[in-house]
């Protein structure tokens, strides 16, 4: 395909998941609040972990103990629900749009190559919502130990878009830290990272961690804290795991000669011979004169012999 050509097809494939990134938007925005086949709302589900909390805790502006988030600008719930219906929506399409970067790249790719792409790819996104639900489940503990400090003095009266901001960032650094043990096990196929090299070092790496997990979580809690740590413990100690058993099955595949030293595949180092003394340089002897070779006139016929020989 030309340039003009791979252009043409990359335009028709983004309009194809604008289209379908679209649809999603406007199916979570009627999702928000309007669930159909008997689903929970997608506004009830996000509120969930802020209406589990003790009502003692959480502000009532209505009088009937109904769990709501407060709005503070006119404009802010429908905002607040725009936005919840376009993450939906962007969830919602992944196919689509997954599927049309798949079929853009994979053209360019050898056989072998497609199959660690698509393998890595499912792994990133299995790894990534793996982290966003123990993202959502960890809220619910997280808000309780944050809003219960100093409740004797003061009470929770979140608005819709800073409980938003909050959810979605925890969401995102538990997904994004969940893709840690990929990248490692990614540079070990690569070469560049083998098992040697961090077996030893395991008391730094679990400290760093934690202290990556006491400075990322939004919240500051303990709890939330405590879960990414653990979370991205073991799950880097199962990338170590297999970063050990690629090394012993490589290393295994390799034939003998490529397991010695530099010094021992070139053999011992044996002392030269004398060197002998170079001969003398004798005087060129003279160049012979040339033969001359007879020529005959240029119109004069061929010799005898000439008939001699093709008859």
């Known amino acids: 395909m030309t340039l003009v050509e791979h252009l043409s097809e990359l335009r028709r494939r983004v309009m194809i998941s604008l289209v379908a990134v679209v649809i999603g938007t406007i199916i979570g925005f009627i999702w928000y609040q309007n669930a159909p086949f008997g689903m929970a709302p997608l506004g009830e589900i996000i509120r969930g972990p802020y209406c589990n909390l003790p009502s003692e805790l959480r502000a009532d502006f209505t009088g009937d103990g109904e769990c709501r988030l407060l709005a503070?600008?006119?404009?802010?719930?429908?905002?607040?629900?725009?936005?919840v219906g376009a993450l939906a929506g962007l969830v919602l399409s992944s196919p689509v749009w997954l599927t049309q970067v798949w079929g853009f790249i994979t053209p360019g790719l050898h056989?072998?190559?497609?199959?660690?792409?698509?393998t890595f790819v499912s792994l990133a996104v299995v790894l990534f919502v793996a982290g966003a639900v123990l993202a959502y489940f960890v809220l619910d503990q997280g808000l309780y130990i944050l809003m219960s400090i100093g409740s004797e003095f003061q009470?929770?009266?979140?608005?819709?878009?800073?409980?938003?901001?909050?959810?979605l960032a925890l969401i995102t650094i538990f997904g994004v830290s969940f893709e840690?043990?990929?990248?490692?096990?990614?540079?070990?196929?690569?070469?560049?990272?083998?098992?040697e090299h961090v077996k030893e070092k395991r008391r730094l790496i679990i400290v760093g961690l934690f202290a990556f997990a006491a400075f990322m979580t939004p919240g500051q809690d303990p709890f939330s804290m405590l879960a990414l740590?653990?979370?991205?413990?073991?799950?880097?100690?199962?990338?170590?795991?297999?970063?050990?058993?690629?090394?012993?099955?490589?290393?295994?595949?390799?034939p003998e000669w490529m397991k010695l030293d530099d010094d021992e595949a070139s053999g011992p180092v044996t002392s030269s011979g004398p060197i002998?003394?170079?001969?003398?340089?004798?005087?060129?002897?003279?160049?012979?004169?040339?033969?001359?070779?007879?020529?005959?006139?240029?119109?004069?016929?061929?010799p005898e012999e000439y008939y001699n020989d093709v008859l």
Do not use: W
């Open 229 to 254: 740590a653990l979370s991205m413990c073991l799950l880097v100690e199962l990338a170590f795991q297999f970063c050990r058993l690629h090394d012993k099955k490589a290393v295994a595949e390799k």
């Open 72 to 83: 503070t600008t006119p404009f802010e719930m429908f905002m607040l629900r725009l936005k």
């Open 155 to 167: 009470v929770a009266a979140l608005t819709g878009h800073e409980y938003y901001n909050f959810l």
């Open 276 to 302: 002998a003394a170079s001969a003398p340089v004798t005087a060129a002897a003279p160049a012979s004169s040339p033969s001359v070779v007879p020529t005959r006139p240029k119109n004069s016929p061929p």
């Open 111 to 118: 056989r072998n190559e497609k199959r660690y792409t698509f």
């Open 180 to 195: 840690l043990p990929l990248i490692i096990i990614m540079l070990n196929l690569a070469g560049v990272l083998r098992y």
